[in-house]
């Protein structure tokens, strides 16, 4: 069992920037993909980004991709999503997921869920 929990959501102005964080309680963290999910009010979850076990190979959606960096920090067992020129487009909850399944952005492919960090950006 895996518990995820999501930090660093808030209200940013649009061209903003804001990191969140997403802290494990697995000690074999380093064997998970991480991947960030978002529903925003009315629509579906979608996915935002992922990235490997070691840190490579990283997978953005095209609506954030050059805005938005996913990394990890497998000893502080914590993976980040810095967004930068956010957009009131961008206003959603923001979860973190983990998957031993391998890098997808499908969300069926992932098994934990954090409970997720709410950000809007004000236009």
């Known amino acids: 069992q895996v518990q995820l929990v999501e930090s660093g959501g808030g209200l940013v102005q649009a061209g903003g920037s804001l990191r969140l964080s997403c802290a494990a309680s697995a000690r074999d963290f380093h064997t998970y993909v991480i991947g960030w999910f978002r529903q925003a009010p009315g629509k579906e979850r979608e996915f935002v980004a992922a990235i490997n076990w070691w840190g490579g190979s990283p997978l953005y959606a095209d609506s954030v991709k050059g805005r938005f960096t996913i990394s990890r920090d497998n000893a502080m067992k914590t993976a980040y999503l810095q967004m930068a020129s956010l957009e009131p487009e961008d206003t959603a909850v923001y979860y973190c997921?983990?998957?031993?399944?391998?890098?997808?952005?499908?969300?069926?492919?992932?098994?934990?869920w954090g409970q997720g960090t709410q950000v809007t950006v004000s236009s």
């Open positions: 997921a983990a998957s031993k399944r391998g890098l997808t952005s499908n969300q069926i492919g992932y098994d934990y």
